[in-house]
């Protein structure tokens, strides 16, 4: 163990640790949240799912122990994501992003404060459990955890008060921060009364078993209070509820596909991209073969801008940006313009 590990409980380091998933079991159900005003006080506060030898529920993201493991979990995930193994992302950007945001400091002291930490576990023996899944909600259906690399757990209704749009990007007062991103107008950035969602990682070594699934589903059938209501599903736990539409999510590119395989559906005209500037350059791109390739080729990787040509959403409504469709389709044709994120939109009834 390191000296940052071996004396504080919560680190900012990159935690690569698998075995940081494994917390005594004990330690896992002292975390969960118990929430006085439930409508089920008396019961535990967490669900056993006994066929699959599971369990989920809320926990306290400031505990040591949890903070590891979770760290963990979304550290060894985006690992993956590094271009030097055939990600997406530049390794720099990568290990910010591990040392500043899921570092087990991160994990406990940032979004966290802000959001309800779902874990999934499951039992390895009478007193060791495995964190085997998590993703964060928002408690608050106007919270945003992130907008560019600058704001964190922000509200929407107060965005354009909140941020400063026109803050330079370092030393010279005529190069702006937000010059370097394309977005949806602020009052419409994200679609009202969905829960945002960030870090839903299922543990490497238990990819494959359509444990997203699961836990998603999980989630909807015990948490989801609009959906409950609509099955006529009781309510198994004493902690909170999820009241909001849906979820929301921010997504890297390639995780859209995913996101589709799981019943998200995409916001259309709510991408946002990365501009270049002579001042401010955007690291090289390259493939899965190792190849560098343009901005134009990355964004055709992930079908823009053809998905928007001669086609509708699927479901129509007032959440997408249609408006902002023709701007999405030209930006994704400007050489100087990069893909950063998606955004997709799952419905809880």
Not at 153 to 179: C, L, Y
Not at 217 to 241: F, T
Request: charged share 25%; with cysteine.
């Amino acid at each position: 163990m390191d000296a940052a590990r071996a004396t504080q409980p919560t680190p900012r380091v990159i935690n690569l640790e698998g075995d940081d998933r494994f917390v005594p079991t004990e330690v896992l159900r002292g975390a969960y949240i118990h929430y006085a005003e439930s409508q089920n006080p008396s019961a535990p506060p967490f669900v056993r799912f006994e066929a699959e030898g599971m369990e989920m529920g809320i926990v306290r993201s400031e505990v040591p122990e949890i903070a590891r493991g979770v760290s963990s979990l979304l550290t060894r995930s985006l690992e993956d994501a590094k271009d030097e193994h055939g990600g997406h992302l530049p390794a720099r950007i990568v290990e910010r992003v591990q040392t500043d945001i899921i570092s087990p400091h991160g994990v406990a002291h940032l979004w966290g404060t802000e959001g309800h930490r779902f874990v999934l576990s499951r039992a390895v023996d009478r007193t060791t459990s495995e964190m085997v899944a998590t993703i964060l909600v928002a408690r608050r259906k106007g919270t945003i955890f992130f907008f560019t690399g600058r704001y964190n757990n922000i509200r929407h209704s107060t965005i354009e008060e909140t941020v400063d749009f026109d803050q330079p990007a370092g030393t010279n007062p005529e190069q702006k921060w937000f010059a370097q991103f394309a977005f949806p107008r602020p009052i419409q950035f994200k679609p009202p009364a969905f829960h945002h969602i960030a870090n839903f990682v299922v543990a490497k070594e238990h990819r494959g078993k359509r444990l997203s699934r699961f836990f998603l589903d999980a989630l909807l059938a015990k948490y989801a209070r609009d959906r409950m209501v609509a099955r006529g599903n009781p309510i198994e736990h004493s902690q909170y509820l999820l009241c909001g539409r849906g979820f929301w999510q921010i997504g890297d590119p390639p995780w859209l596909v995913r996101m589709e395989r799981l019943g998200f559906e995409l916001r259309w005209g709510a991408e946002s991209f990365f501009l270049e500037h002579d001042w401010a350059p955007l690291p090289a791109i390259h493939d899965d073969q190792g190849r560098c390739i343009s901005n134009l080729a990355y964004n055709r990787s992930f079908g823009l801008p053809e998905r928007y040509e001669g086609t509708t959403p699927a479901r129509p409504s007032e959440l997408h940006l249609l408006e902002r469709v023709p701007e999405v389709m030209r930006l994704a044709q400007d050489p100087r313009a990069k893909l950063q994120y998606f955004q997709t939109m799952f419905h809880f009834t």
